[in-house]
């Protein structure tokens, strides 16, 4: 169990467009969801964390207007990167988190998307 | 500060030479200790929690331990399908992952 699927699984637009990003949790009800990017070579930066039906809450540096977050449902977290520019394209992956072992949340991750702008 | 260091940063082995990883890690109220494998161009696939110092966990090849200041990941007999890179991260007062930086293994046949 444990599976987070996330949709699409790279997309190549062009600059100036904007980009939607699905993340789901196919068989649990995540707690938390979180967003993260990931440049080539280096460890996963956490964006921001998102509950449902609440606002985002975005990491320092992160600018909350470009990257809008919505968490619709205790299953589906969708990111959209606004009008998108060269420097945003990254390799992005969310998270879910899950309620397990001596009360702490485990995160399984989705398989990443990988976002090219032209 | 919260932090995670691992190491080596990159390690070459032969398949068979059983060898250890090492996450070193500093963190307010330690509430768990995570390590997730890694292949090129995918997100991280969790491997094991670990929520106390003297706790063990095994997953066929990989088995990881716990101290208050740091973990190993032991690979026994690697196989070339063990190659990846190995992330460690640890959960303190939030529910915030602070990653280490990888440990890129290969295992060659």
């Known amino acids: 169990g444990a599976v987070v699927s996330q949709h699409p699984s790279w997309v190549i637009c062009k600059s100036g467009t904007s980009v939607k990003i699905e993340c789901r949790s196919l068989d649990f009800q995540a707690t938390t969801m979180f967003w993260y990017r990931q440049f080539p070579k280096q460890s996963l930066m956490l964006m921001a964390t998102s509950n449902e039906g609440s606002k985002a809450t975005y990491e320092q540096g992160v600018e909350k207007d470009k990257f809008l977050i919505n968490h619709a449902s205790l299953t589906l977290s969708t990111l959209t990167v606004t009008s998108a520019h060269p420097e945003d394209s990254s390799f992005y992956i969310c998270s879910g988190s899950r309620r397990e072992g001596q009360g702490v949340d485990t995160q399984y991750f989705g398989p990443g998307t990988r976002l090219t702008v032209l | 500060e919260d932090q995670v260091t691992q190491s080596p940063e990159a390690l070459r082995l032969q398949e068979g030479e059983s060898s250890s990883l090492n996450c070193s890690y500093t963190v307010s109220g330690l509430r768990g200790l995570f390590w997730y494998r890694q292949d090129p161009g995918k997100g991280p696939e969790f491997l094991f929690t670990l929520y106390s110092a003297g706790e063990e966990k095994e997953k066929e090849r990989l088995k990881a331990t716990l101290t208050k200041k740091e973990s190993f990941l032991h690979i026994t007999a690697p196989k070339p399908e063990d190659s990846a890179t190995y992330l ?18 290969a295992v060659q046949p």
Not at chain 2, 88 to 105: D, E, H, Q, S, Y
């Open chain 2, 88 to 105: 460690c991260a640890v959960a303190g007062a939030t529910n915030k992952l602070i990653f280490g930086t990888g440990t890129l293994l």
